[in-house]
């Protein structure tokens, strides 16, 4: 498989798309003036802790106090995989409101909820993360070679710095002794740093930032497997360079400046792919087609056969429809970067071995995504029930608001309700300050409605209450409402 980094440099916003046989699947955006505070510490103030909840509210200098759970707060040793191992105690045992604590932004916040942040900090480098509070070792589950993961425990022991652990990265593998070396010493470094800085200074205060998206893709997707790592801004391509040639030198011919008059992402058909992942509505090559769903408790994948209507019976119809829906679903799960309770209902299929070959196909393609996946199966009435791990927003949140008409429903009121409400409106205001003339404020949509459908209504309730109706225009009226005002 070929892979691809492209890193789009623009004046308010960095995007980067991976691209794994020249599709885009993963996106990133980072606007300049909101950036993500994800792997960011800072020293903070404990303000309450919460029993009931088993977790506290820290304050860390943002608009909303921090949230920390009491799972995030124990120190952690680690297992030989580098896997977090430890019990969790009583929050009010643990933390007393006043109390200053070293804090890492785990995730962002987002609408009325503050950042979620713990007390287990760690330092990602290229080839290792030193982890805060334990002396254990890890090597990451990926490195599957014996005598190399022996190599690399054996290197991870030798340059482990006091009082902190080390958990070797899959980048690691094959690796030079002093490329590890290096950059462990770098964030050993960076991790005394952190630890001087505690000691003193105005609470709350920022410790550590994490590098920018195009640090982040440095550190995360420059490797061995990566083909090409094509960014199109001449001051960032020589910052790259210089990082890796004293880190990764064998990496440096990786790295190329996109020169090219045409838009980078309209080039590699990033763009239309965003487009695309955006949709609710996504077309399968068959001719069938997804309905992609969002509620607050799951995402609902439909899948249709629109104008598929296949050459030989209907159960082999639905199994071709189904089989080629689930390469897309996984592929636009990860681009969306969809999370938590995931529900496709895939066209019924009678037979047991077709349904277990949709799932399975569906479970082998999402070993792919690093981010963890689980197919947890298909219930008795046909729906595939998924998990996926929330590390960061959705695709949608980073391109789109919330719709000013409708408030993110997807939905407004039809124009007879709308015309029955006005009329009750009117009512309601002729009985109480009796007849006379009055001017009605209105979105544009809404006055076109009410000066052709509306018309006769509007009418009736003049006769009616021996008055004149002057129906305006307000830009700052929303379609569903109106504004009356009385003329003197």
Wanted: net charge positive; aromatic share 6%.
């Amino acid at each position: 498989m070929d892979k691809d980094v492209l890193i789009d440099v623009n004046s308010d916003e960095i995007r980067l798309a991976l691209m794994e046989d020249e599709q885009p699947v993963e996106v990133y955006t980072e606007k300049l003036e909101n950036k993500s505070l994800v792997g960011n510490i800072y020293r903070g103030k404990v303000e309450r802790t919460l029993k009931g909840m088993q977790a506290a509210f820290v304050d860390i200098g943002l608009d909303k106090n921090a949230f920390l759970y009491v799972k995030d707060i124990m120190p952690v040793c680690l297992d030989d995989e580098g896997k977090g191992v430890g019990k969790t105690g009583d929050i009010s045992r643990l933390l007393t409101p006043g109390q200053e604590i070293s804090v890492q932004v785990m995730k962002d916040a987002v609408g009325n909820k503050g950042a979620r942040v713990t007390t287990r900090l760690s330092l990602p480098g290229r080839y290792s993360v030193l982890v805060h509070d334990t002396t254990s070792i890890g090597i990451s589950q990926k490195i599957e070679d014996e005598d190399e993961r022996n190599r690399l425990k054996g290197i991870a022991k030798k340059y482990r710095p006091a009082n902190a652990g080390i958990i070797i990265r899959t980048a690691a593998e094959g690796a030079p002794e002093e490329y590890i070396s290096e950059d462990i010493a770098v964030l050993t470094e960076l991790y005394h740093s952190i630890k001087e800085k505690e000691k003193k200074g105005a609470v709350p205060r920022l410790l550590y930032k994490e590098p920018g998206i195009v640090g982040h893709a440095v550190r995360e997707f420059l490797r061995s497997d990566i083909r090409r790592f094509i960014i199109n801004n001449e001051t960032e391509y020589e910052k790259i360079l210089s990082f890796v040639k004293d880190t990764a030198p064998n990496l440096k011919n990786k790295i190329q400046l996109y020169s090219k008059e045409y838009d980078m992402f309209e080039y590699y058909h990033v763009e239309s792919a965003i487009n695309e992942a955006l949709s609710r509505k996504v077309l399968l090559k068959s001719g069938a087609y997804l309905i992609f769903d969002r509620t607050e408790a799951l995402t609902v994948i439909d899948v249709n056969s629109g104008k598929y209507t296949g050459k030989i019976n209907l159960e082999d119809t639905a199994l071709k429809i189904n089989l080629e829906a689930a390469h897309k679903i996984a592929q636009q799960i990860r681009l969306r970067n969809l999370s938590g309770i995931i529900i496709v209902d895939f066209i019924d299929m009678r037979l047991k071995e077709h349904q277990q070959k949709v799932v399975d196909t569906l479970r082998n393609l999402v070993k792919t995504d690093k981010i963890h996946t689980v197919v947890v199966g298909m219930t008795g009435l046909g729906l595939v029930e998924l998990t996926r791990k929330k590390i960061r927003q959705p695709l949608y949140k980073s391109f789109t608001i919330d719709c000013q008409t409708c408030n993110g429903t997807g939905y407004r009121l039809s124009p007879q309700v709308i015309l029955q409400n006005i009329k009750k409106r009117l009512d309601m205001h002729f009985k109480s300050s009796g007849p006379g003339s009055v001017e009605v404020y209105v979105h544009p949509e809404l006055q076109r409605l009410l000066l052709s459908s509306g018309k006769r209504v509007i009418a009736e309730i003049e006769k009616s209450y021996s008055s004149s109706i002057n129906i305006l225009i307000s830009n700052e009226i929303g379609y569903e409402n109106i504004l009356i005002k009385k003329v003197h």
